[in-house]
């Protein structure tokens, strides 16, 4: 009786075969222990006191008058989108923020950058001090010096009234571009160190070249050394942006949000809705819009840092 013979497929390569897995182990439960302290003091003091200000956001707390809280749903959005003084604060911090931030930091903070790298160490070391110096100092002390610079009787009108210019009290006709300018007075040393490591990061063979090619001052910088520095100046804005979203100090020192709320952005806005009204339900509903608008300008700065394949 004839046997067939058992079917092989040797000579035949063989076909890809599906990839280990690693196992975890009571390995990866150790390498993880050292993470726990501080997973456990973000719950405790970040989530924790967000959710609870998620909760007061939905009701109608009150500091005083109040015997219990109660649960209101959306009715503290609501009353913010209907409120012209809040409206008028989304406009003022919106303003405050493209001129103290995007532009005036940014630009200054670049350009002081640019030119300290060119500069002899003397004037380096004597430019980096005083700008640091500005940085350094608490919010409430450069609001008081600002608005020592600004008021009537202040430094800026008497080198004006010295130099034969007409004066005028700033805080009183332009009082936003006046916590604006003392904004980026404070805060343009941060933008310049990021923009100096950046340009200290780009080789020299590449400007030399460019040089030598007959690239002018200006060509560089647009087509060599902003290219190169993208990433720096995307992570910059983001933090200078959420910096500037949450100024209170500064601006409450120089104008209180005033006069007739013409510099009253969000972070005096739920100041005052929730501290001097009482009001914390609602206030705390201004935090989130607030905690929602630098949550999308975080967004779009990580958007724009993104790897790009």
Request: charged share 10%; proline share 6%.
């Amino acid at each position: 009786m004839a046997t067939t013979a058992p079917h092989t497929d040797l000579g035949k390569t063989p076909g890809p075969t599906a990839p280990l897995r690693p196992r975890r182990g009571p390995g990866a439960l150790v390498r993880a222990l050292p993470l726990t302290p501080a997973v456990v003091l973000l719950l405790l003091f970040l989530a924790g006191p967000i959710a609870y200000c998620v909760y007061i956001a939905f009701s109608d707390l009150q500091l005083t008058g109040q015997a219990q809280d109660s649960f209101v749903g959306f009715e503290n959005f609501t009353r913010a989108f209907g409120d012209e003084a809040f409206l008028n604060a989304v406009w003022l911090t919106l303003v405050f923020t493209v001129l103290s931030s995007l532009i005036g930091q940014n630009t200054l903070g670049l350009a002081l950058a640019a030119l300290m790298r060119r500069a002899s160490k003397p004037v380096r070391t004597l430019t980096g001090g005083i700008v640091v110096t500005a940085w350094v100092l608490p919010e409430v002390v450069a609001g008081f010096l600002l608005y020592a610079f600004f008021r009537r009787e202040g430094t800026l009108n008497a080198i004006l009234d010295w130099l034969h210019l007409p004066s005028q009290n700033w805080l009183f006709t332009l009082p936003i571009l006046a916590v604006s300018f003392a904004n980026v007075w404070r805060g343009t040393a941060f933008s310049m160190l990021v923009y100096s490591a950046a340009l200290n990061e780009i080789p020299k063979e590449i400007t030399e070249a460019a040089e030598v090619d007959g690239a002018g001052g200006w060509r560089r910088m647009w087509h060599i050394t902003l290219p190169m520095i993208r990433r720096s100046i995307g992570t910059n804005l983001m933090l200078n942006t959420l910096q500037t979203l949450s100024v209170f100090g500064l601006i409450w020192v120089m104008t209180r949000g005033g006069p007739g709320g013409r510099s009253q952005t969000l972070p005096l806005f739920m100041y005052e809705q929730a501290f001097q009204n009482s009001l914390i339900g609602y206030g705390t509903a201004v935090a989130l819009l607030l905690l929602l608008v630098g949550s999308l300008f975080s967004l779009v700065y990580l958007r724009l840092l993104r790897t790009e394949v």
